[in-house]
């Protein structure tokens, strides 16, 4: 009795150790979850700052900058914390952190290397949120909220952000893909990860089909279908199947991903495809509902317009755009198709020796095929374009 009562004592420190360490892992967990308060007039201006860093080095793809602005600690507090007690262990937090920093971006794979834009600073659920632009490079576009918090020493910090094409938080997602779900059954979890392994590797036909082959109630899962409709973002619509299969996916998801999602992303080009102008209107209001003002949504909306011959409209958007962000992409292809409903083809010419200076590259006929410009080609302006550049 002595000798057990002597080996309890022993061993209750290091019980209280472990305990208090659990304790201590509650409670930053708890705290990761909750704002830090109002900011100040400085740490507004620090936050904004960072934003238009954190937009830089992921447009420049500079993963290890990138990664020295991201608490990783607090993102996986956010991502353990609704699993409940006994999840945190030591190898379940470092195969979480070892995924967000993967040497292909991890946290923010799919911002690296594409086009970021910082637009404002705002809040989401308390917290101060840095709104982003995405245009990837399959041409889809998303807006990201990226949620900071400031530290004691004034260092802001990356905790989470969500996603509004698909309405989710990273760490929500990260979570499902890596850890999967308490009481999970294995051939759920091992079909996750199969997909999004076949997603991360740009294999987008695989996905299709392993999404097609899994049951309806899989099917109706908000990741599975996630994934299933980043991969038909990624293959070309040109495909009758897959814009078929795309089609029903932009359909489906206002059910499946919830009223926050911001699936009108996709769901213009398609109205604009379409001859759907009502369509497009509805979808752009609602995009600047969700996001607020942006240039690429007025640029969209005078693209609506041009469509439907309402030229000076057009017009009259572009240059708003233009004059808000001079660099938005697509702006000149929007301008040249202006100039040219207008029969202004000096403007025109202006337009392509403005891209020749500035990107050493002349725009050829070849690339002039669409119908708008053929009255172009046939006119003098163009003429004296061509022999310039003989």
């Not at 830090?36 to 201006?45: F, M, N, R």
């Not at 936050?47 to 993102?75: H, I, P, Q, S, Y």
């Not at 956010?78 to 470092?94: C, F, M, N, V, Y």
């Not at 759907?276 to 609506?304: C, I, K, N, W």
Request: charged share 30%; hydrophobic share 40%; proline share 4%.
């Amino acid at each position: 009795m002595l000798l057990a009562a002597l080996l309890a004592a022993l061993a209750w420190p290091a019980y209280e150790k472990v305990r208090q360490s659990a304790h201590e892992a509650k409670l930053r967990q708890l705290d990761a979850l909750k704002p830090a308060g109002p900011l100040s007039a400085e740490q507004k201006e620090a936050v904004k700052e960072f934003g238009e860093r954190l937009a830089r080095a992921l447009t420049g793809g500079d993963v290890d900058k990138v990664a020295t602005m991201v608490d990783f600690e607090a993102v996986a507090d956010r991502a353990l914390i609704p699993l409940g007690e006994g999840t945190d262990s030591a190898q379940t937090r470092k195969e979480l952190i070892d995924g967000y920093r993967g040497k292909h971006g991890g946290l923010f794979a799919a911002l690296l290397g594409n086009p970021v834009k910082y637009l404002r600073l705002g809040e989401r659920d308390g917290f101060p949120a840095v709104r982003l632009r995405l245009m990837a490079r399959e041409g889809t576009v998303n807006y990201v909220d990226v949620l900071v918090r400031v530290d004691e020493k004034g260092k802001v910090n990356v905790v989470d952000f969500f996603t509004f094409l698909f309405g989710t938080y990273a760490t929500t997602e990260s979570r499902n893909a890596t850890l999967g779900i308490p009481g999970d059954d294995p051939a759920r979890f091992e079909a996750m990860s199969k997909m999004a392994t076949a997603l991360r590797l740009g294999r987008g036909e695989d996905v299709v089909s392993q999404y097609q082959r899994l049951p309806a109630a899989l099917k109706n899962e908000r990741t599975f279908f996630m994934m299933y409709l980043r991969a038909l973002t990624s293959l070309p619509t040109a495909s009758a199947e897959v814009e078929k299969h795309y089609r029903q996916a932009l359909a489906d998801a206002p059910r499946l991903l919830g009223k926050e999602s911001a699936t009108d992303l996709l769901r213009v080009e398609l109205h604009f495809l379409d001859g759907d102008f009502a369509g497009a209107e509805e979808s752009l209001r609602h995009l600047e509902a969700l996001v607020g003002p942006d240039p690429y949504l007025t640029q969209m909306r005078a693209l609506m317009l041009l469509r439907q011959g309402k030229v000076d409209e057009a017009q009259r958007l572009e240059k708003e755009a233009s004059a808000a962000e001079p660099d938005l992409p697509n702006l000149m292809d929007l301008r040249m198709m202006i100039y040219a409903a207008k029969k202004d083809y000096g403007a025109l010419v202006n337009e392509l020796r403005a891209y020749k200076t500035k990107n050493q590259m002349v725009i050829s006929r070849q690339q002039l095929a669409d119908p708008e410009y053929e009255a172009f080609l046939k006119s003098p302006e163009f003429a004296t374009w061509e022999s310039e550049n003989r």
